[in-house]
């Protein structure tokens, strides 16, 4: 078995067919120029726009939605009742976003991202693109809520118990975990746009925010925690929901190179998104 530090350093052997990182890259899409493409600042923007539009609808549903609870909910719900209703709405969402937008960039979450990075699917530089555009996009989303509707319900915000920060890391990083695990090792890895794993990621997140999110919140996403933080203007314990869910998506790379190896071209691809058509272009990636 080729090391699991090698992966994650980025070597890889010229004679391996399940090349990682840009050599998978370059491979899937049919060599050097299709692998301009790739780094196009054209398409750059559709990802990082793809990754904002995502994000913030996020957000501004899952903040949105407790405001309106709260001010148009008949009295304040069960705690568990606002679990149920917000893990839906996430959930549902999250099914709509990636149908809609999986075949150009379907992260929505810092923790994704970074897990992909680790398998050496993406190039730093645009690893940090991403995670700004996710954070702006969540602060954005529940700013926006917050326009609309006041600060009620406390926007959704993700907090732990007193006293109980890192009993909250830990659940954070079991249950990111799984979450990540889960999309890594779907039939097609990483390729949100598959007509079934939509289905997947959002029942996945509507079962544990239903059953986590009375407790801590459940957030399995930096981003989905920064947002509700900066619209009430408490960051004080956002350091629980970034550092649970990096620590669960990078043990989730770990197992998953375990259970499948190292990514293939088809996965690599589908972590970077479809690259542009250009109507001169001989030769196109596969689909």
Same mark, same amino acid.
Request: proline share 6%.
């Given at each position: 078995m080729w090391p699991l530090w090698r992966l994650l350093r980025g070597q890889q052997r010229s004679d391996n067919p399940r090349a990682v990182g840009r050599a998978a890259l370059i491979a899937s899409a049919g060599g050097q120029r299709g692998y301009a493409d790739w780094t196009n600042p054209d398409h750059r923007l559709r990802r990082l726009l793809s990754e904002f539009i995502g994000t913030a609808g996020l957000m501004f549903i899952l903040s949105g939605g407790a405001a309106v609870l709260a001010r148009y909910g008949g009295g304040a719900p069960p705690l568990w009742e606002k679990g149920l209703v917000l893990s839906v709405i996430s959930g549902l969402w999250l099914m709509a976003a990636i149908y809609f937008l999986g075949d150009i960039s379907a992260h929505f979450n810092p923790a994704a991202t970074l897990a992909f +990075?680790?398998?050496r699917d993406m190039e730093w530089q645009m690893v940090i693109a991403y995670w700004i555009v996710q954070l702006a996009a969540a602060a954005g989303g529940s700013l926006l809520a917050r326009a609309f509707f006041g600060p009620e319900g406390k926007l959704a915000a993700t907090m732990p118990p007193p006293g109980l920060a890192w009993q909250a890391v830990g659940f954070e990083v079991i249950i990111t975990f799984g979450l990540i695990l889960m999309v890594l090792n779907l039939a097609d890895g990483p390729k949100l746009n598959g007509p079934l794993v939509p289905l997947a990621v959002g029942g996945y997140v509507i079962a544990f925010a239903t059953m986590g999110g009375p407790f801590e919140g459940a957030a399995m996403?930096? +981003?989905r925690a920064f947002g509700p933080d900066v619209a009430l203007g408490n960051l004080g314990t956002w350091?629980?929901?970034l550092l649970g869910p990096s620590i669960g998506a !990078?043990? !989730?790379? +770990?197992? +998953?190179y375990v259970l499948r190896g190292p990514a293939t071209f088809a996965e690599a691809t589908a972590a970077e998104g479809t690259p542009l058509r250009r109507g001169n272009q001989t030769q196109e990636p596969p689909t």
């Open positions: +990075a680790l398998r996403n930096p +981003a350091w629980v929901y !990078a043990f !989730a790379v +770990a197992v +998953a």
